[in-house]
């Protein structure tokens, strides 16, 4: 029973895994970098299930977790795509 009393909701941590993932798959990530980013979408679903089961403290490692391998997938789709940009 105290587990619900003192952990609070990673209410922050879950906006920040949506912004990063929206922001991966606007830069095209999918396409790009698709390992990264389908890591990103398995922890960023991880994330929201847990969130709503109740389970904050793992809702919270998963967001974490989810917006390390979407900013890595956005970062690489970038890359990606300024690299075949200059080969034309």
């Known amino acids: 029973m105290a ?3 003192t952990t609070t909701r990673p209410k922050i941590e879950m906006s ?10 606007e830069a095209g990530a999918d396409v790009h ?3 990264l980013f389908r890591q990103a979408e398995d922890y960023y679903l991880k994330a929201k299930s847990a969130y709503r089961r109740k ?19 956005e970062y690489a789709a970038v890359r990606k ?5 200059n080969a034309e």
């Open 33 to 35: 970098a698709s390992n």
């Open 81 to 85: 795509k300024a690299l075949e940009g």
């Open 3 to 5: 587990c619900g009393l």
């Open 55 to 73: 389970y904050f403290n793992k809702a919270k490692e998963y967001a974490l977790v989810s917006k390390k391998f979407s900013e890595q997938a």
């Open 16 to 25: 920040y895994a949506q912004v990063a993932f929206l922001a991966a798959k």
